[in-house]
């Protein structure tokens, strides 16, 4: 039995596994795959990356050990950065609307984090600029990483190879879903190079199409459609865009469960409506592999 040094260790060898159970509910013409990205507190793929993050940074000289480091966050990802900090011992600083709950403000701190509130009205991007300010006067690092290529870098060192590797490159497509566009770029920039016959697929929410230009509203996927385009998202490897409406994917979601016992999350049903609809319509696609970046907590 292989004896870790770090928790993180864990996260960085997920399995993949061959969703028999899905691919003959609908009678697919071949298997569907599923990467399970998700682990950590947060259950999702961020435990993960924002460890991944911080260790680049610091690789990189970006960041020293002990400084502050700031982000533009309330969400998981923000969680799984204070519990990173707090293992790597750097100070957190996050930068949030005045509208997030206080119930959510006090859960980050009891993390670590210093919550600093923005009253921009500008959306994110007035968030991200209240965060760069608290980076000046901290003498801190924003982290961003929505913008930062060491999310995708992340991906291209860790998930990518992961997925070439536990599947010998025997694949038709990747179908990753966006939300701050790390995971498809760096999978899919490591993936064309090695593999530069397979497809990449990006998911969004049919209710929010930032990426293929269409309708932005509400939807019930968390974890994928922002809202816009994250600069992180490189859409010259990106071969298709699919839009799935929240209800399909919240459904695939509870199906999965039943026909393969994976507790998965909205994000990672809408891939694998995606997954779905692309073997259904191009039965030529044999082997298709879905990143499954989260999952559902059921007690």
Not at 218 to 240: M, Q, R, S
Request: net charge negative; proline share 5%; charged share 15%.
């Amino acid at each position: 039995m292989e004896i870790h040094n770090s928790y993180y260790e864990t996260l960085y060898k997920r399995p993949v596994l061959a969703l028999q159970g899905y691919s003959a509910k609908y009678s697919l013409p071949g298997t569907v795959y599923a990467y399970l990205g998700f682990g950590g507190a947060t259950c999702s793929a961020k435990d993960a990356l924002a460890e991944g993050m911080l260790a680049l940074a610091v690789e990189k000289g970006f960041l020293s050990p002990g400084q502050t480091v700031v982000e533009a966050s309330s969400g998981s990802f923000a969680v799984a950065l204070a519990i990173a900090c707090a293992h790597s011992h750097h100070p957190l600083v996050l930068c949030m609307p005045a509208t997030v709950p206080v119930e959510r403000q006090e859960l980050l701190a009891k993390f670590g984090a210093k919550i600093v509130l923005s009253n921009y009205v500008y959306g994110r991007r007035g968030v991200e600029r209240r965060a760069q300010e608290a980076a000046e006067q901290t003498g801190g690092y924003f982290l961003n990483y929505f913008d930062n290529d060491l999310n995708a870098e992340f991906h291209r060192r860790v998930t990518g190879p992961s997925i070439v590797k536990a599947t010998d490159g025997q694949l038709d497509a990747i179908i990753a879903g966006v939300g701050s566009g790390g995971t498809i770029t760096g999978v899919g920039e490591y993936a064309k190079a090695w593999l530069p016959d397979v497809k990449i697929i990006a998911v969004e929410p049919y209710e929010s199409q930032a990426i293929s230009g269409g309708v932005i509203g509400k939807h019930n996927i968390p974890g994928l459609g922002a809202g816009f385009v994250p600069e992180n998202y490189n859409p010259y490897i990106v071969d298709a865009v699919m839009a799935v409406p929240s209800g399909h994917a919240n459904t695939a979601a509870r199906e999965v469960l039943h026909t393969d016992a994976v507790p998965a999350s909205p994000s990672c049903g809408a891939v694998l409506v995606a997954a779905r609809q692309l073997m259904t319509e191009h039965p030529e696609m044999k082997r298709v592999l879905c990143i499954f970046a989260g999952k559902t907590v059921y007690e």
